[in-house]
């Protein structure tokens, strides 16, 4: 269960649906994961559709095979959404 983190949430969505990328980082097991969860759950419950959500873990052994960035571009675009907003929301732990 993700602890509800409104005030964190409340700072990002002022920047939500706008032209440019949203860097979170912070520190290794700092809830960086848990507070993209939040974001998502936030889209959803404000109308979203799923299908306007990519969600990219590289930890997970499912996006094994992208390696290259012509990979991981071949992957985002086939998920973009035709017609609406996409929002993607990459996960990779640093090394």
């Given at each position: 269960m993700l602890i509800k983190r409104n005030n964190i949430i409340e700072n990002i969505l002022p920047f939500v649906d706008r032209p440019l990328i949203k860097v979170l980082n912070g520190l290794r097991r700092s809830g960086k994961s848990s507070i993209l969860?939040?974001?998502?759950?936030?889209?959803l419950s404000s109308?979203?559709?799923?299908?306007?959500?990519?969600?990219i873990n590289f930890e997970s052994m499912q996006y094994s095979d992208v390696v290259t960035a012509k990979d991981l571009y071949d992957l985002v675009v086939t998920r973009i959404h035709?017609?609406?907003?996409?929002?993607?929301?990459?996960?990779?732990?640093r090394k």
């Open positions: 969860e939040l974001l998502k759950e936030n889209l109308g979203k559709s799923p299908d306007q959500i990519v969600s035709p017609t609406k907003s996409t929002y993607l929301f990459w996960m990779k732990c």
